[in-house]
């Protein structure tokens, strides 16, 4: 399956909303965790998709979690609790979906990507998460079981920070933030990897163009799936929505901001080295390829004089003043020595040797 662009027949010729998973099935069963809690306490439990809107508790922030999106009848039953639109939920089910920012009267629906580094291939693998932010719950779509929220997790049990004081918008900033701090480290791992190639473009190898090119394509995939945020943190700060208060849109939403700019900066940067590291590999490999033709080349100018008295005197003419000679040949080996040795002298004092 193609990773830039994934498979779309499934949904050729069915109506807007329809509800159909399009992706890698990640694991075998839809986990759904609930946590719940306000400054003074903290409950967490596994549940059950039936009657999800009537766990909402008043005074307490509700945060949903749903690991798997293959079961579009699990899903189903989240959207019809909450009131999540057909087409907001047609574009989290849909795991090549573009990140994307779209807004209604009760709910906020954020779309982005997790990426992780493979380091034994080298290679970018991306994961769908989806926010769904409402008065005091926010919902989270999740391809599969990870840990990348991990580090909030452990802030909501301990109660660090601001995270248990405040509303489901910090939340999802909470959350968006871990995701956008592993570009940044993954973006960090890559570049070491792409760096570590720069002492092999001295004497490249046969294998180093294909390598160079494989961190070309991965760096474009970094930027596929993390420019379309600078769009979202854009709208965010702009976006006159309630379920956004004034603390977070002032301070914490340009912050990320910041760091999405940085990480595309970063990819930037990779991408311009990547793009000078294929220059100059090729520009090695031509300059290998000179290096070998100019010493053929002075060796046929060398012999060029040679091959010529070589052929007068190999003519078949009777009388050739010189075959009568006693010291003819050596003679012949003397010039042409002479002349090879007086033709090294002049390439060297020329510098082409």
């Not at 956008?180 to 180093?208: Q, T």
């Not at 945020?229 to 603390?247: F, H, M, P, V, W």
Request: net charge neutral; proline share 2%.
């Amino acid at each position: 399956m193609a990773r830039f662009l994934k498979n779309r027949e499934k949904t050729r010729g069915q109506s807007p909303g329809a509800l159909i998973f399009q992706g890698e099935q990640r694991q075998e069963k839809v986990k759904i965790t609930l946590t719940q809690y306000n400054e003074q306490t903290l409950e967490k439990t596994e549940i059950g998709p039936d009657n999800l809107n009537e766990l909402l508790k008043t005074g307490m922030i509700t945060w949903i979690n749903i690991d798997g999106l293959h079961d579009t009848t699990i899903i189903e039953k989240v959207g019809a609790a909450f009131s999540i639109s057909s087409l907001a939920l047609e574009d989290i089910l849909n795991t090549d979906q573009r990140p994307r920012f779209f807004e209604d009267e009760h709910q906020l629906i954020i779309i982005m990507k997790s990426l992780k580094l493979d380091m034994k291939t080298e290679q970018i693998d991306s994961e769908q998460v989806s926010f769904v932010v409402g008065n005091n719950y926010l919902i989270t779509f999740q391809e599969k079981s990870n840990r990348i929220f991990e580090d909030v997790l452990y802030r909501l049990h301990n109660n660090r920070g601001k995270i248990r004081k405040s509303g489901s918008d910090y939340l999802a900033y909470a959350l968006m933030d871990t995701i956008v701090d592993s570009y940044i480290l993954n973006i960090e791992a890559y570049g070491r990897i792409i760096e570590s190639y720069e002492k092999e473009l001295i004497n490249p190898h046969k294998g180093l163009s294909d390598t160079i090119f494989k961190h070309k394509t991965e760096i474009a995939f970094f930027r596929k799936n993390i420019r379309p945020l600078k769009e979202i943190t854009n709208r965010l700060q702009k976006s006159d929505s309630g379920l956004i208060k004034k603390a977070t849109r002032q301070h914490y939403i340009p912050d990320l901001d910041d760091l999405v700019t940085q990480a595309l900066d970063a990819i930037e940067i990779y991408h311009t080295m990547v793009a000078d590291q294929l220059n100059l590999y090729n520009t090695n490999i031509s300059n290998r390829a000179n290096d070998v033709m100019k010493v053929l080349t002075i060796f046929a100018a060398i012999f060029i004089p040679l091959t010529f008295i070589a052929g007068v005197y190999g003519t078949n003419f009777q009388y050739v003043p010189e075959l009568n000679y006693k010291y003819g040949y050596f003679g012949m080996w003397a010039v042409m020595i002479a002349v090879a040795g007086v033709m090294l002298i002049y390439f060297k004092r020329k510098g082409w040797l």
